[in-house]
């Protein structure tokens, strides 16, 4: 079993620069890929971007250039900075662990709200 609990969410206003981290806990992190979801509201949950435990990373086309995703595997932790936020990026963001780089949704984490607004 994975356990993920992320945090750094909140209230930011347009331009700011937010960083989000999920630590793992439970089965060896190491054998998964993990990723960050955003779900908004009213819409499906995306896949935002995704980092193996090698450093191979994707990154969907609407967040690239904006958003960077990191991993420490010594410490289970996976992370995601968001640059240049807009009011569009409001949504609650999951971390998420899996065998797929591009669909890391065998286990989840509660979410964090992020929410951009002036």
């Known amino acids: 079993q994975v356990q993920l609990e992320e945090s750094g969410g909140g209230l930011v206003q347009p331009g700011a620069s937010l960083r989000l981290s999920c630590a793992g806990s439970g089965r060896s992190m190491g054998t998964f890929y993990m990723g960050w979801y955003g779900q908004a509201p009213g819409k499906k949950r995306e896949l935002v971007a995704a980092?193996?435990?090698?450093?191979?990373?994707y990154y969907a086309n609407s967040w690239k250039g904006r958003v960077t995703i990191s991993r420490e595997n010594s410490e289970n932790t996976v992370y995601l900075q968001m640059n240049n936020l807009k009011p569009e990026d409001t949504a609650v963001y999951y971390c998420a662990a899996g065998l797929s780089l591009l669909n890391p949704r065998d286990y989840w984490g509660q979410g964090t709200l992020v929410t951009v607004s002036s």
């Open positions: 980092i193996g435990a090698s450093g191979v990373t």
